[in-house]
């Protein structure tokens, strides 16, 4: 049973535009809810993160929207650059355990 | 920038041959994890240790098995490969109560 559903599968958008990839939880034990940015034969590396007592998240065009009580969170791309182009990974933490879960990944390209 | 590394990163080996996937990093983090990926799928948890000595099974199961002799080094060994092993494997870690997993940066295997 997947943990964390991740949408869309993939994702052009243009540049300076704004990309949006979306993920839902159902487990209500969960405390904490990064995004990991993995660029081709790299590994995952943190781009932000989020616990539930917040709505929203920004460090520079990156911002992440968490809304609780849907179970669903939202990594928002501001002005979307090339160098942007990779994949997107939600999690979520289950704090017993130190437990993490992904989501599917989102491959995200920008385009001149 | 994470101080995580596996070897080898590429490797390509013959149906029946016995392997061992080396992770290390400098951290001193108590937990370390390795992760399964195909290519545009999510992360699959197959091990993960709390410490020296502590190995555990994660959601997917998986015929590799672990070991955690050392603090620094999580090795993962396949006795007999075997074509459907053929992934990208990723190790990680993160403190024990940390927030973020350190990811190195994968190692190939594809087993012929």
């Known amino acids: 049973q997947q943990q964390v559903k991740q949408s869309p599968q993939s994702l052009i958008v243009q540049k300076g535009g704004i990309s949006i990839i979306n993920c839902a939880y159902e487990?209500?034990?969960?405390?904490?809810f990064p995004w990991y940015q993995q660029f081709p034969g790299k590994g995952p590396a943190l781009l932000i993160a989020?616990?539930?007592?917040?709505s929203e998240k920004k460090e520079g065009r990156f911002t992440i929207s968490f809304n609780k009580s849907a179970k669903q969170f939202s990594l928002h791309i501001m002005d979307s650059q090339p160098g942007d182009s990779a994949t997107y990974f939600c999690?979520?933490?289950?704090?017993?355990?130190?437990?993490?879960?992904f989501g599917t990944g989102t491959s995200l390209t920008v385009i001149p | 920038e994470a101080d995580i590394y596996q070897t080898p990163r590429y490797l390509v080996i013959g149906t029946g041959k016995k392997i061992t996937l080396e992770c290390s990093q400098t951290?001193?983090?108590?937990?370390m994890y390795w992760y399964q990926q195909d290519p545009g799928m999510e992360l699959h948890l197959i091990h993960y240790?709390?410490?020296?000595?502590?190995?555990e099974k994660g959601d997917l199961s998986s015929e590799s098995t672990v070991s955690r002799i050392r603090t620094e080094h999580f090795p993962l060994t396949l006795e007999s490969a075997r074509p459907s092993h053929t992934s990208q494997y990723l190790c990680?870690?993160?403190?024990?109560?940390?927030?973020?997993?350190?990811f190195g940066e994968g190692s190939w295997l594809t087993v012929v």
């Open positions: 990680a870690s993160s403190e024990p109560a940390g927030n973020t997993i350190y």
């Open positions: 487990n209500t034990a969960f405390d904490y």
């Open positions: 989020i616990r539930p007592d917040v």
């Open positions: 999690a979520a933490r289950r704090l017993t355990g130190n437990q993490f879960y």
């Open positions: 951290m001193g983090h108590d937990k």
């Open positions: 240790s709390y410490g020296v000595n502590s190995t």
